[in-house]
């Protein structure tokens, strides 16, 4: 069962504590291609999170334009009529839903969604000195969130990061090779991150990503979110 946002939150926030780890000198499987940014394409449409931050144009009656926070419910206030639920909506299937509820108040309603800012949080844990949650803000990468937990411990493991993505209810695995990025010899290896990213620092090679998010994220909570785990 689904559970809301902020709870998922305070779930994640649980994994910062976590202990075991699943790493070895197994050969992994083939390499997945790199994360991507918030609203980047790649066929995959951005979808509305708590903490969002959003313009309402109204077309034709431009007195009604707000920008409004979606709310830790996944709400947001609108005159006329009131609560709207946006999280886990596309910003184009807002606007149809904000059409259809204006349809009632206004004639022929035309309303666009504009993402002003992005909400939500970035979490990372492993071998950083202070494993944490970072307020997301656009641009973010890998390396800043790291930096923004203290930095690397000595134990870490650079070139073998771990980012941890929800997509589609699944979260999925993918290798950051920044020790790259740190010598300046590709610094595309220091991805952008999206929020409720995990990026887990280890302290050795880890040999099997698809068994290490299943296990991180099921097995390590006292109680499931409701997501499911898949890697490479």
């Avoid at 108040?105 to 492993?126: D, K, M, W």
């Avoid at 070139?159 to 010899?185: C, F, I, K, P, Q």
Wanted: glycine share 10%; charged share 15%; proline share 9%.
């Amino acid at each position: 069962m689904a559970r809301s946002p902020l709870l998922r939150n305070r779930f994640l926030l649980l994994i910062l504590a976590a202990a075991p780890m699943c790493v070895g000198a197994c050969s992994s499987g083939p390499k997945p291609p790199p994360p991507i940014a918030p609203g980047a394409t790649m066929g995959t449409p951005y979808v509305l999170k708590v903490g969002d931050y959003l313009d309402i144009r109204f077309y034709k009656t431009p007195e009604l334009n707000i920008e409004v926070p979606v709310r830790s419910d996944g709400k947001i206030s609108l005159e006329l009529v009131g609560d709207v639920q946006a999280a886990g909506l596309q910003p184009d299937e807002l606007s149809r839903v904000l059409m259809e509820r204006y349809s009632g108040e206004l004639t022929n309603p035309r309303v666009a969604v504009i993402v002003r800012s992005f909400g939500g949080q970035v979490f990372v844990s492993g071998e950083v000195a202070k494993p944490t949650a970072i307020p997301f803000s656009t641009g973010l990468t890998a390396l800043q969130a790291i930096s923004g937990a203290g930095g690397f411990a000595t134990t870490a493991q650079k070139s073998n990061v771990l980012l941890m993505r929800e997509s589609g209810g699944h979260y999925t695995g993918h290798r950051l090779e920044l020790t790259r990025a740190l010598s300046g010899d590709d610094p595309s290896a220091d991805v952008p991150l999206q929020p409720t990213d995990i990026v887990f620092v280890p302290r050795s090679k880890i040999a099997n990503v698809n068994l290490f998010v299943e296990q991180w994220i099921r097995n390590n909570l006292p109680v499931q979110p409701g997501i499911a785990a898949t890697g490479f």
